[in-house]
């Protein structure tokens, strides 16, 4: 899903990159102010882990690529500001070191992928564990990471059709059509993710612990 150089113009640039430092910024003054320390290693655990998904790409129509995001995941671990906060540095190394993503559109790159990716999945989330009292967790997981990465597509469309690189409905075809289909395969990771720590008791944000019953 990176945006490649040239594929932008330069009002999209700049505004996408004003937005871009704005939410990193302020993703980062949320984490300061609310991440306790053990949480730490977890996150830098699941960073590693959306790195390595997000390197399977898989080429679509535009010039443009498809790949597993991991913003809901992280979200719905973590919040959506370390969504925010994840998925910005792995587009920032993605883009320096692997030329995954050009250094122009790196602005856009961060607001659809991190940004919209990352509080869609999440709303989502939040939506349909309130809707059904914490039931079904794995299914309303599977359903918000499928809505952050159609959701971060289309605004990648938004973008190129702005640009007027290509036509809205070329562009939406091209990535939402896809990646609705891709994001089959991002909802059943962030399930099983989520499923896991369900299972190992461990607590996040999203998956508080069981609480242990004691008999007496």
């Known amino acids: 899903m990176h945006i490649p150089d040239g594929f932008l113009d330069v009002k999209s640039c700049l ?7 704005g939410a990193v910024a302020y993703s980062l003054r949320q984490t300061r102010m609310s991440l306790a ?8 655990l699941i960073g590693a882990f ?12 535009g010039a443009t690529s498809g790949h597993f995001l991991g913003g809901a995941m992280a979200s719905i671990l973590f919040g959506p ?24 559109v790196l602005g856009a790159n961060i607001v659809c992928t991190g940004v919209i990716g990352s509080y869609a ?3 989502v989330y939040r939506l349909g564990t309130k809707w059904l009292q914490g039931r079904a967790t794995k299914a309303v997981s599977f359903i918000a990471a499928w809505c952050s990465i159609v959701s ?3 605004g990648v469309a938004l973008l190129l059709a702005w640009s007027g690189t290509f036509p809205l409905n070329v562009a939406l075809q091209a990535m939402a059509g ?8 991002e909802g059943l990771i962030t399930a099983l993710v989520v499923a896991y720590l369900m299972e190992r008791n461990v607590a996040f944000e999203g998956i508080p612990a069981k609480k242990e019953v004691k008999l007496t």
Not at 85 to 93: E, R
Request: hydrophobic share 55%; charged share 5%.
């Open 81 to 104: 500001a370390v969504g925010v906060v994840i998925m910005s540095a792995v587009l920032i190394i993605q883009a320096l070191i692997f030329q995954d993503g050009g250094l122009t």
């Open 178 to 185: 896809w990646h609705s289909l891709i994001g089959i395969g």
């Open 121 to 123: 999945g999440y709303g």
């Open 152 to 154: 971060a597509s289309c």
């Open 50 to 61: 959306v790195f390595a998904a997000q390197m399977l790409n898989f080429p679509i129509a």
């Open 37 to 44: 320390r053990p949480e730490v290693p977890k996150i830098a």
């Open 15 to 21: 505004t996408t990159g004003a937005l871009g430092i």
